[in-house]
T-cell receptor
Framework: DAGVIQSPRHEVTEMGQEVTLRCKPISGHNSLFWYRQTMMRGLELLIYFNNNVPIDDSGMPEDRFSAKMPNASFSTLKIQPSEPRDSAVYFC???????????FGAGTRLSVL | GNSVTQMEGPVTLSEEAFLTINCTYTATGYPSLFWYVQYPGEGLQLLLKATKADDKGSNKGFEATYRKETTSFHLEKGSVQVSDSAVYFCALTSKGDKVIFGPGTSLSVIP
């Protein structure tokens, strides 16, 4: 299995631009998670899905952030408009069910100038 | 609610030193406990786990024992190597909830 695949690996954009991060979970996994990691705040859970349905989005910082999972093999995290404080590494993870072992992608390093 | 507390880092050790990273938790019911490791530039990956009291998880020379009486799951390794330099996260799940991660402890091993 190829594991969790995230794209792009690096993204540099200017303030105000729309950013879309992509994730392909491990085939057969039913839960998908989006995290943000910064030096200041550590690892933060933004949102998670069970069977493509958003279950808990309480970690989404504000309305500029949105996430979708149109099918079991694809999810997006969108930031519109982006701001410099959104600069971070964004991780996607998947698991068989929500409480099981999570498998993380390599992350997307986002820099908003 | 459920939570995980880890010792503050960063931790710096010489090669072949003994490692302990403390982890304590608060949870309802009987949680499963995990240690994840994050190597530089990578995502987190599972290091070891324990699913019930007195279980010992082990992998790559690391060990942790699920202690219900002290609500702890301390990570230990007898002799660390430079390649063990990473950030270590203690985590738990309890009764259908998502995984709750601790803040992470950074370890640097110097030759």
């Amino acid at each position: 299995d190829a594991g969790v695949i995230q794209s792009p690996r690096h993204e540099v954009t200017e303030m105000g631009q729309e950013v879309t991060l992509r994730c392909k979970p491990i085939s057969g996994h039913n839960s998908l998670f989006w995290y943000r990691q910064t030096m200041m705040r550590g690892l933060e859970l933004l949102i998670y899905f069970n069977n493509n349905v958003p279950i808990d989005d309480s970690g989404m910082p504000e309305d500029r952030f949105s996430a979708k999972m149109p099918n079991a093999s694809f999810s997006t995290l969108k930031i519109q408009p982006s701001e410099p404080r959104d600069s971070a590494v964004y991780f996607c993870a998947s698991s068989l069910v929500a409480k099981n072992i999570q498998y993380f992608g390599a992350g997307t390093r986002l820099s908003v100038l | 609610g459920n939570s995980v507390t880890q010792m503050e880092g960063p931790v710096t050790l010489s090669e072949e030193a003994f490692l302990t990273i403390n982890c304590t938790y608060t949870a309802t019911g009987y949680p499963s406990l995990f240690w994840y490791v994050q190597y530089p530039g990578e995502g987190l990956q599972l290091l070891l786990k324990a699913t019930k009291a007195d279980d010992k998880g082990s992998n790559k020379g690391f060990e942790a024992t699920y202690r219900k009486e002290t609500t702890s799951f301390h990570l230990e390794k007898g002799s660390v190597q430079v390649s063990d330099s990473a950030v270590y996260f203690c985590a738990l799940t309890s009764k259908g909830d998502k995984v709750i991660f601790g803040p992470g402890t950074s370890l640097s091993v110097i030759p």
